[in-house]
């Protein structure tokens, strides 16, 4: 066993007890134990296994996206604060301010990555799953927990459409002329690039305020909108079919999650959360102070009372005096004060 075997061996276990699970339900349905669409579906269902448990942290992601979106002005005002200063103190001390804004408002630059970084080794658990297949089928073995060995025997028979092998890549496909394979992959891929093209543009085109569209990190999103899709061009290539279904299975339960969570927890000030507002207020409701749905006659006698507590804070103020020249002061003279005790008018 390598070294990145080792370190994935509970993930591999993990999965392949997912994978095992999904299978054996939809074999006792009646589904034949090395067809395609039973192992495509067991796929799907580790998607949805793995993918759910994520729910969490990628609600967290896209508040942390969101709200990085928005400090993007606030962040350029500490630069342009510090902008020409590259002494160790003021170095310092931007990075402070930039940090403590970060902590006020929960955020890091850091914490969008993390539903990614956790990904990323089930999906190597999932690749080594799928790319071990073959040799293990070919030596009698199993994997390493309970895709034993006549399990392992099943999934390398199985094909995609009866005609692709999930543990094949478009590269081998292409060395033994499978031209029907090789039409599934790329076709496949392109689907993947075009969901990962679709859920980002998502967020940068209904799910931003005007002010964060100014920002650095915007034009960051924009280039990344048409960098992150070519990446996918890769995994076509080395990737087998298993684990390119995983993939696309999982960019569509991240294009849809992403659509509810833009429609129900849009930006506020974006157009997601315009469209939202519209929405509410054909069914006669709004939004509260605090963000939650109420009748519009709630919403309506809240913004009265907020009105009338205003006007009350603006008259309670005490009156600024307009500043006057000393020239002016001698020219009008001492003031005298009135019956009441206030300043009046000059004394003649």
């Keep these: 066993m390598d070294f990145f075997g080792t370190i994935l061996w509970p993930l ?17 349905v009646g589904l034949p134990a090395t067809g395609g669409i039973t192992w495509m579906l067991s796929i799907l269902g580790v998607v949805l296994v793995v993918r759910g448990a994520l729910v969490p942290l990628f609600v967290r992601q896209i508040k942390s ?12 005002k500490i630069q342009d604060r510090y902008k020409g200063k590259r002494d160790q103190l003021s170095r310092e001390a931007m990075s402070r301010e930039t940090m403590d804004l970060y902590k006020k408002h929960g955020s890091s630059p850091l914490s969008g990555c993390w539903p990614l970084l956790v990904q990323m080794p089930i999906f190597f658990s999932m690749y080594y799953t799928l790319s071990d297949v073959k040799h293990h089928a070919d030596a009698g073995v199993g994997g390493v927990g309970l895709l034993g060995a006549d399990l392992t025997k099943q999934f390398n028979a199985a094909k995609l459409f009866e005609i692709a092998p999930f543990h094949q890549t478009l590269g081998e496909a292409w060395a033994a002329g499978q031209t029907a394979t090789i039409i599934i992959l790329i076709v496949l891929v392109i689907l993947m690039i075009a969901s990962q093209f679709y859920t980002q543009l998502q967020i940068i085109s209904k799910n931003l305020s005007p002010e964060a569209k100014t920002g650095q990190a915007y034009q960051m999103q924009r280039i990344m909108l048409y960098i992150l899709p ?31 969570v833009i429609r129900e927890m849009p930006t506020p000030g974006s157009e997601a959360a315009k469209a939202r507002e519209e929405r509410l207020a054909r069914r006669g409701k709004a939004l ?29 103020q005490p009156k600024r005096q307009q500043p006057m020249s000393k020239q002016r002061a001698k020219k009008q003279g001492p003031q005298r004060p009135d019956d009441d005790g206030s300043v009046g008018s000059p004394a003649k």
Aim: zero cysteines.
């Design 12 to 28: 591999k276990w993990a999965v392949e007890a997912i994978l095992v699970a999904w299978h054996w339900l939809f074999t006792s």
């Design 65 to 76: 996206q969101r709200a990085m979106m928005e400090l993007a002005p606030e962040i350029r």
């Design 230 to 260: 070519l990446g996918f061009i890769f995994s076509g290539v080395f990737f087998p079919l298993g684990v390119v279904l995983y993939w696309f299975f999982s960019n569509l339960w991240t294009m849809g999650q992403q659509f509810l």
């Design 288 to 316: 509260d102070a605090k963000g939650r749905v109420v009748p519009m006659a709630v919403y309506e006698a809240e913004q009265q009372r907020l009105l009338e507590e205003n006007e009350k804070r603006k008259a309670a």
